[in-house]
């Protein structure tokens, strides 16, 4: 006899399944940008691997020179006896990537978001955050237990309101952004942003777990635009290829983080592995600009082949409505030998589950191409093809 909890589980399961929101692992091979998957091999266009580089031999032969050296786990957390001495190396690098003093290396980017945030807020502090963050800046912002504001996604002038009604009657104030937004690829307006923080003695923090190593030459979406956001946050696990997250920011916010954030401190540091092939992927990125330019270019020759407002970034969005629609649009793309996930609720709002399209340096052009003509022709059959904010607008 199942007992409640196992009721309860397969309750909200069908539940979830009625409304076409069950999700589901399967098991995927991958090799660049080619996965096998029930014996099939289809072309990806949803890993985050931008540059290709989480299979490349330079990162492959230094992970493997860092197992020989320091073994496979870090043994505690960096506070204890975690800290292997190539933690430094990379913080030195990641701070002169982004042009700060300082640098501090997280288990990962869910980690660094849940652990950043609450160092720097809490009780009678405010937050300020926009409707499309990554989930892990809600996770942290919750955390926080500090007020917590949204403003529409991108709009400087609500976020203005927002802090002229309820900056004044807080001590300490932090504005939540992605750089590059994950579900959508639209850049955040960084510039506008940093005057208003300015303006209103507030903190910005920026998420570019999608803008390190294709935009700004490889130093993200910030650099892109010529501003140094107060916190700039981003992940190792996407075009870096490894895993694990990270801080950039002044000397003495980056020594709070070593001090106070309870992720870093209560979490066993990172396998010497993966800081290692982090380090190896920035070579990389410092050397090959064409490789870092590639993603981008890739998602332009996309969107220039749909007539879709040009790609700013390598993700660009497909609405296309309900969860059923985008469900079947991804299992066509799967009989055509491509993989492309179906991005349903609750990861973006009702109503706009879509397709994400994320390109890859190592994506042929003329595998880009083809995709852009399947979509036409089998998915939109003659409907104009819609992006995000084509889809707000209509809902509006
Ligand atoms: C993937 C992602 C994260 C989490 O990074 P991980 O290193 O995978 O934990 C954080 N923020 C954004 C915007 C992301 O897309």
């Known amino acids: 006899m199942a007992g409640s909890l196992d009721l309860y589980a397969e309750e909200k399961l069908a539940a979830l399944e009625a409304q076409a929101l069950r999700r589901r692992l399967r098991d995927t091979a991958r090799e660049g940008v080619w996965i096998v998957r029930g014996g099939r091999r289809l072309l990806s266009f949803s890993c985050n691997d931008y540059l290709g580089l989480s299979a490349h031999p330079q990162l492959k032969a230094a992970a493997k020179a860092a197992i020989d050296r320091y073994g496979v786990g870090a043994g505690a957390s960096r506070l204890v006896t975690g800290n292997h001495p190539l933690y430094g190396e990379l913080e030195q690098r990641l701070a002169q990537l982004k042009k700060t003093d300082d640098a501090c290396v997280f288990g990962s980017g869910y980690l660094a978001n849940t652990g ?8 009678g502090d405010v937050i300020f955050a926009d409707a499309l963050c990554h989930s892990c800046l809600w996770a942290g912002a919750q955390l926080s237990q500090a007020q917590l504001h949204v403003f529409r996604h991108n709009d ?3 976020l203005e309101e927002l802090l002229a009604c309820h900056r004044a009657s807080h001590a ?9 937004f994950s579900m959508d690829g639209d850049l955040a307006p960084l510039p506008a942003l940093v005057r208003l923080a300015a303006r209103f003695d507030a903190w910005l923090m920026s998420d570019d777990a999608h803008g390190l190593g294709v935009l700004g030459a490889g130093a993200g ?9 107060d916190l700039q946050m981003g992940t190792l696990s996407k075009a870096l290829g490894s895993y694990g997250g990270y801080l950039c920011a002044n000397r003495p916010v980056i020594e709070l983080m070593r001090t106070r954030a309870r992720t870093l401190i209560y979490s066993t540091g990172l396998p010497p592995a993966q800081i290692a092939a982090a380090i190896a992927a920035l070579d990389i990125i410092r050397k090959e600009p064409e490789r870092v330019a590639a993603p981008l270019a890739k998602a332009r020759l996309f969107t220039g082949a749909l007539g879709l407002a040009e790609a700013q970034s390598p993700i660009v969005p497909l609405v296309l409505g309900e969860e059923t629609a985008a469900l079947r649009a991804s299992s066509i793309l799967e009989e055509m030998g491509f993989a492309v996930v179906a991005i349903r609720p609750p990861t973006v709002p009702a109503g706009t589950a879509r397709l994400r399209i994320a390109f890859s340096a190592l ?3 003329t595998d880009v191409v083809r995709l852009a003509e399947i979509i036409r022709t089998r998915i939109l059959n003659g409907a104009a093809p819609m992006t995000t904010a084509d889809a707000a607008r209509l809902s509006a």
């Not at 950043?116 to 009780?123: K, N, R």
């Open 156 to 158: 400087v002038t609500h």
């Open 221 to 229: 979406s910030a650099a892109a635009m010529g501003v140094i956001p």
């Open 363 to 365: 994506h042929a052009d």
């Open 172 to 180: 300490r104030a932090l504005i939540l952004t992605d750089g590059v």
């Open 116 to 123: 950043i945030v609450p160092s720097l807020v809490g009780t």
